[in-house]
């Protein structure tokens, strides 16, 4: 996966996640879906992951200089 392709996906994962949070979490009712809200706090550190990983694209660079 290169940068850009890495910052779109993650910037997706992570907006998309914490709009999951807001509204399906905290505006679901009276009380907080917590449900909702773990699986929010889940896929937003698998999108900040994504996003803050440098270490795939120094290993696609390694391959390619084969």
């Known amino acids: 996966m290169n940068t850009v392709s890495r910052t779109i996906t993650g910037l997706i994962i992570v907006v998309l996640s914490t709009f999951y949070i807001i509204f399906a979490g905290f505006m679901s009712g009276q009380t ?9 706090v889940i896929f937003l550190i698998v999108g900040l992951f994504i996003f803050f990983n440098k ?12």
């Open 32 to 40: 907080p879906n917590y449900v909702s809200v773990i699986i929010g």
């Open 55 to 66: 270490k795939e694209d120094e290993i696609e660079k390694i391959k390619k200089s084969d």
